[in-house]
């Protein structure tokens, strides 16, 4: 009967020793499955200790991919640089429903010439995320490195060897990985791609082309266009187009004079605008403004400038949209509108307005109001 006692006393404390070395090791394994490795569009090989919750970023424009992702966007935002790059319509959304957005301080700075690496270590981040590799932030990135501070970068030479929309679901997969978001994530890059490949394909059979320009930020003075390296200008030859601006301005951008667009007179003509109202014409395009406001503002441009002399005017095939929407995770959007402009015919079945429906009741923490896109007829 001892004996047994024993053996059953041996067993308990084995049992008990047993739950206590597993509970140990998964004390000490816990990390490591926390861990996140990421590879960021610079081709950096990125290590956390954990999903990030307090990000600093250089690109307050953040806050949109964020929002397609994440329920609460704003509290993952420790710092930002020149929020006021956020749409003023937009901004007012968001802080409608999320007012702590207005506590977030303004640290660091778009281009790494001018931003502080004490700044950035004043709103005690977990992650810094950079909109766009640059040589310059090399310096920043070992001295935050040295700081147990990741950084990744959204944009940058890994990027630049995809299509537009392999870079958009790219960027949005990485910040869905760095905060623990993979899964809706991943659902909104499926999105991106799929709305492309409703576009991308049809015109694999289409045998025109048609001359575009692309108007940036359009003003009384004629004209800012993208250049050979914009994503902008690879949108409109995804969707069937020809820039003007791809042969004049290599680069990323540049202007173009009046002479060179009235020889190449397109055959579609699209603005991009912002909401604010500048000192001279402009167009005013974007969150809280309505369709006439928008409309309104494109035909002066239009109507006060060589630009009312195009084939494109006189063939009712003027447009205008939301620089900042175009420039976004959101840019599918805008994509659909290039299809369906440039080749009317064969995209009469794309629906900007109802993707753009289905991205705020599916994706978006907050539904973007507003005019993001418009025609100066009345027919879309």
Same mark, same amino acid.
């Given at each position: 009967?001892?004996?047994? @006692?024993?053996?059953?006393? @041996?067993?308990?404390?084995?049992?008990?020793?047993?739950? %206590?070395?597993?509970?140990?090791?998964?004390?000490?394994?816990?990390?490591?499955?926390?861990? /996140?490795?990421? $590879?960021? %569009?610079?081709?950096?090989?990125?290590?956390?200790?954990?999903?990030?919750?307090?990000?600093?970023?250089?690109?307050?424009?953040?806050?949109?991919?964020?929002?397609?992702?994440?329920?609460?966007?704003?509290?993952?935002?420790?710092?930002?640089?020149?929020?006021?790059?956020?749409?003023?319509?937009?901004?007012?959304?968001?802080?409608?429903?999320?007012?702590?957005? &207005?506590?977030?301080? $303004? *640290?660091?700075?778009?281009?790494?010439?001018? $931003?502080?690496?004490?700044?950035?270590?004043?709103?005690?981040?977990?992650?810094?995320? /950079?909109?766009?590799?640059?040589?310059?932030?090399?310096?920043? *990135?070992?001295?935050?490195?040295?700081?147990?501070?990741?950084?990744?970068?959204?944009?940058?030479? *890994?990027?630049?060897?995809?299509?537009?929309?392999?870079?958009?679901?790219?960027?949005?997969?990485?910040?869905?990985?760095?905060?623990?978001?993979?899964?809706?994530?991943? &659902? !909104?890059?499926?999105?991106?791609?799929?709305? !492309?490949?409703?576009? $991308?394909?049809?015109?694999?059979?289409?045998?025109?082309?048609?001359?575009?320009?692309?108007?940036?930020?359009?003003?009384?003075?004629? @004209?800012?266009?993208?250049?050979?390296?914009?994503?902008?200008?690879?949108?409109?030859?995804?969707?069937?187009?020809?820039?003007?601006?791809?042969?004049?301005?290599?680069? !990323?951008?540049?202007?173009?004079?009046?002479?060179?667009?009235?020889?190449?007179?397109?055959?579609?003509?699209?603005?991009?605008?912002?909401?604010?109202?500048?000192?001279?014409?402009?167009?005013?395009?974007?969150?809280?403004?309505?369709?006439?406001?928008?409309?309104?503002?494109?035909?002066?441009?239009?109507?006060?400038?060589?630009?009312? &002399?195009?084939?494109?005017?006189?063939?009712?095939?003027?447009?205008?949209?939301?620089?900042?929407?175009?420039?976004?995770?959101?840019?599918?959007?805008?994509?659909? @509108?290039?299809?369906?402009?440039?080749?009317?015919?064969?995209?009469?079945?794309?629906?900007?307005?109802?993707?753009?429906?289905?991205?705020?009741?599916?994706?978006? %923490?907050?539904?973007?109001?507003?005019?993001?896109?418009?025609?100066?007829?009345?027919?879309?």
């Amino acid at each position: 009967m001892k004996t047994l @006692c024993a053996l059953e006393a @041996c067993r308990r404390l084995f049992t008990k020793l047993g739950l %206590a070395f597993a509970s140990f090791a998964l004390l000490l394994s816990g990390p490591a499955f926390a861990e /996140i490795i990421l $590879t960021d %569009a610079a081709g950096r090989h990125v290590r956390l200790e954990a999903p990030a919750k307090r990000i600093v970023t250089n690109e307050s424009l953040l806050l949109l991919s964020l929002a397609l992702i994440d329920p609460d966007p704003v509290s993952r935002i420790a710092g930002w640089a020149n929020p006021q790059r956020i749409d003023p319509g937009m901004f007012a959304a968001f802080r409608a429903k999320f007012p702590a957005i &207005d506590a977030i301080p $303004t *640290v660091g700075a778009l281009q790494p010439a001018q $931003t502080s690496v004490e700044s950035i270590l004043s709103a005690r981040p977990d992650l810094l995320v /950079i909109h766009q590799w640059q040589p310059g932030w090399q310096e920043i *990135v070992d001295l935050l490195t040295s700081a147990a501070i990741p950084v990744i970068f959204l944009d940058g030479p *890994v990027n630049d060897k995809r299509l537009p929309q392999d870079a958009t679901a790219f960027s949005i997969e990485l910040l869905g990985k760095a905060i623990g978001r993979d899964a809706p994530a991943a &659902d !909104y890059a499926k999105f991106v791609r799929d709305h !492309y490949e409703a576009i $991308t394909g049809p015109l694999q059979n289409a045998t025109t082309r048609p001359r575009v320009l692309v108007d940036g930020f359009a003003s009384s003075n004629c @004209c800012s266009t993208p250049g050979r390296d914009n994503r902008m200008t690879q949108n409109i030859a995804l969707a069937g187009g020809i820039s003007i601006g791809a042969s004049a301005v290599p680069g !990323y951008e540049g202007r173009l004079n009046p002479e060179y667009v009235l020889e190449a007179d397109p055959a579609v003509y699209i603005a991009t605008g912002v909401p604010q109202i500048s000192s001279q014409a402009s167009l005013v395009i974007g969150g809280g403004v309505s369709k006439d406001a928008a409309r309104s503002a494109l035909k002066t441009i239009v109507d006060t400038t060589i630009r009312r &002399d195009l084939n494109a005017v006189a063939e009712k095939r003027v447009y205008g949209i939301s620089h900042q929407m175009s420039i976004s995770a959101l840019n599918v959007v805008i994509f659909e @509108c290039f299809a369906k402009w440039i080749h009317p015919e064969l995209f009469a079945g794309i629906d900007p307005d109802k993707t753009l429906a289905e991205i705020n009741k599916r994706f978006l %923490a907050v539904e973007l109001d507003g005019t993001f896109y418009i025609s100066l007829s009345e027919e879309p």
